[in-house]
């Protein structure tokens, strides 16, 4: 169970990777000179920032999870709780829904996706701490655009729980823009997910 009122880190990993042709999750990427699945360097700063982190994952993902936590070593491996979506063929949506329910008792959440590697960490700790300062939604941003992660106060628990479908939390985002804590990231890293093999060479 989670921690009472703190918030929550969620890292979306359930998705099937079908335009990229593989589990592109687990395709070696060598970033900083450290060469590691493309989603161990996901994970990174999201345990630097929060010291654990719930990642949704789908069924039988046993031999996807063993690999990740011996490229991470025990000591990063033991800050990662892995939460199986029994549904996650069903969206993007579905998966953070199961996050969230995994952790309900929080006061909020910040959600993340596991194609992300260069995500910086200041991105991630900003969003916690617009979070922590009151804020509903926060989100980074970037000259107009918004960005990766995403936060949501602990008042949205119901309608994240009732997510359905592969456009996340996009609807409530849409729907509260005007409530949403901007944190500016001069970072293209917010923006950088890895989709089809050529997404590589942005990396």
Not at 14 to 35: E, I, M, Q, Y
């Amino acid at each position: 169970m989670s921690k009472p009122r703190e918030i929550s880190a969620i890292v979306l990993a359930a998705g099937a990777s079908r335009r990229f042709g593989s589990d592109k999750l687990l395709h070696p990427l060598t970033r900083r000179g450290v060469r590691l699945p493309l989603v161990a360097h996901s994970l990174l700063p999201w345990l630097e920032m929060f010291g654990d982190a719930t990642v949704v994952i789908r069924p039988e993902a046993d031999a996807f999870r063993d690999e990740i936590e011996t490229a991470l070593g025990a000591g990063n491996s033991a800050g990662l709780r892995w939460v199986v979506c029994a549904n996650a063929e069903q969206g993007m949506a579905t998966s953070l829904a199961c996050g969230v329910r995994a952790n309900r008792a929080a006061a909020g959440w910040l959600i993340g996706l596991a194609d992300m590697p260069a995500l910086p960490p200041a991105a991630i700790a900003g969003v916690r701490n617009a979070l922590s300062g009151g804020a509903g939604l926060a989100a980074t941003h970037s000259n107009g655009r918004r960005g990766h992660p995403v936060g949501f106060a602990a008042h949205y628990r119901e309608e994240l729980l009732a997510l359905r479908g592969d456009a996340g939390a996009r609807c409530l985002l849409e729907r509260d823009i005007s409530n949403i804590a901007q944190i500016k990231i001069a970072d293209a890293g917010i923006f950088a997910d890895v989709d089809i093999p050529c997404d590589l060479q942005r990396l």
